[in-house]
């Protein structure tokens, strides 16, 4: 079963239980003229809701923070009176009566962690006026790895609070192991940025240093900000935080980029850049256009060059390869759109290339953006490319305008 799988029945088991001990205590009491809805019905809703609110603290993962604001939920949906919740070293919180017990717990639940077993034990307590005698721990498991334990407290032996508790925990399993998964996919997409960064850098940096440099005894001026170009550009391309930017820093760290470009090709490069300033603040992930501009350039342009079935004209350097970048306002969406006239590619070679099959170098900022894109946003925005041998390139990119999660930095 997936995690998704197990997020729904441990939810439905749960609201079972919740329902029952909720539903307990409102038949136990009068019912006010002002409640509307049966008793089940509020017991589901106060379910449901109390479940609500203690997930997203152990979306973070099992720490003492997450523990410390999670607890008093998780003991609500027990019906409890006391719960205590540790990692494999100690204990990260105590919600409830009987505080003092939790000097013994790490002794009580060492079995446990090694084993991965739910234990039920009595409680060893000298004081008189203490109530907890009995306690259920259950392990916290991520990926077979007992990360901690939930350990229920209450007066006496109970099967069905020995059940909740399983429930319970295997339900917080469910969010430890979302946490963990958050975890890797931003593990993994600062890995994609990083690969885009060491495709992107020595061949780009050497030849703009280049062009720079030829311009300091003909045009010192021109060099001078040629160099701030260079400067902002690689500041952006390297900055350390966040995963997501603007279009509007994006596309003007494209801007900086297609200077530098065309100080070394001049006007065999034409630029045409037309953008909707409503979509300006649209957030998008991070290195996400750029290395489409870049695809365009090497193809549009330094392919041209060479390709023996670009036109006679295209090879001579006699017609400018052209270059249109779009970004339009779709109503809930922005749309970018980056066109060259290029030599195009195989559309065959394309497939390949987006099935991860165009070798270590090959297409990696396409592969790499088309990936991220359907990562953050969902299979319906992926790239959609336009090309054929000759026929040069286009590549459209859909952006919600708000998507959760999502946020320029």
Known sequence: ??????????????????????????????????????????????????????????????????????????????????????????????DGEGEHHGRHVMDQVRDLLASGRDTAFHSDCDDLDCTLRWAVAVPLTVDHRVLGTLIAYAPRESAVLARAAGEVARWVCVQLELAELDRSRTQLIEAEIRALRAQISPHFIFNSLAAIASFVRTDPEQARELLLEFADFTRYSFRSHGDFTTLADELHSIDQYLALVRARFG???????????????????????????????????????????????VRAGENPTRITIRALDAGSEAEVVIEDDGTGMDPERLRHILRGEGGKSTGIGLLNVDERLRQVYGDDYGLVIETGIGAGMKVTVRLPKYRAGVHGS
Not at 23 to 38: C, E, F, K, M, N
Not at 68 to 94: F, M, P
Not at 305 to 313: F, K, L
């Open 1 to 94: 079963m997936t995690g998704a799988g197990h997020a729904v029945l441990a939810l439905l088991v749960l609201l079972l239980l919740g329902v029952g001990f909720l539903l307990g205590r409102r038949t136990a009491r009068p019912a006010r003229s002002s409640d509307v809805g049966t008793p089940v019905e509020h017991a589901t809703f106060e379910t449901l809701h109390t479940a609500s609110l203690a997930a997203p603290p152990l979306r973070a993962g099992l720490t003492e923070e997450s523990a410390r604001k999670s607890a008093r939920r998780l003991r609500s949906l027990l019906g409890t009176d006391a719960l205590c919740l540790t990692d494999r070293d100690r204990v990260l919180v105590w």
């Open 267 to 313: 006007e065999r490069l034409s630029v045409t850049l037309q953008v909707a300033p409503e979509v300006l603040p649209v957030a998008l992930p991070f290195l996400c256009l750029q290395p489409l501009v870049e695809n365009a350039v090497k193809h549009g342009l330094e392919g041209a060059v060479t390709h023996p079935r670009a036109p006679d004209s």
